[in-house]
């Protein structure tokens, strides 16, 4: 079978459920499913976030996510995956990214998740701003990310 390869950058919230079923419905060479669901927080160390309000670069976003879903088709024997990343306003409790790989295999199906959020939260063309209580600040790099993603470099 064909694998399948979604890739939507959209400001409109999506259903887990319902992507995990699209990808593998009807599919008998799929044997485990992993997905991430990336959800807003309404706090950080104490403090209150009221919202995050996501950009990105149009077009550049996609492709470069696409060029990473494609290394990780070519790293691991996946039957699919699906990448979604929300953009604009979002509030504490509703979703901003899911990443969901599909394999034969839970270790592939596993990895590939990890390789693609790793990428996600290291080095997409995406923007976070925090709003907090008396104003809100641009999110910056955090070096325990930068350290995860590290152990997916080919030497």
């Known amino acids: 079978?064909?694998?399948i390869v979604t890739i939507r950058i959209q400001e409109e919230d999506f259903d887990t459920a319902r992507e995990i079923a699209a990808l593998s419905k009807g599919r008998t060479d799929i044997g485990a499913v992993v997905s991430f669901s990336g959800i807003c927080r309404g706090s950080e160390h104490g403090d209150v976030i009221g919202a995050l309000t996501l950009e990105h670069y149009p077009g550049m976003a996609e492709a470069e996510i696409a060029r990473h879903a494609n290394?990780?088709?070519?790293?691991?024997?996946?039957?699919g995956l699906t990448i979604i990343h929300r953009t604009g306003r979002i509030?504490?409790?509703?979703?901003?990214v899911l990443v969901v790989t599909a394999s034969s295999h839970r270790q592939a199906a596993f990895q590939a998740a990890e390789f693609l959020m790793d990428y996600l939260k290291t080095s997409a063309p995406f923007w976070k701003r925090e709003e907090r209580e008396g104003g809100g600040n641009w999110v910056e790099a955090r070096a325990h990310d930068d350290e995860a993603a590290r152990r997916w470099i080919k030497s």
Do not use: D, K, Q, Y
Request: glycine share 6%; no cysteine; charged share 15%.
């Open 91 to 96: 509030t504490p409790g509703e979703n901003i």
């Open 71 to 79: 290394e990780a088709m070519v790293r691991w024997p996946l039957n």
């Open 1 to 3: 079978m064909t694998a």
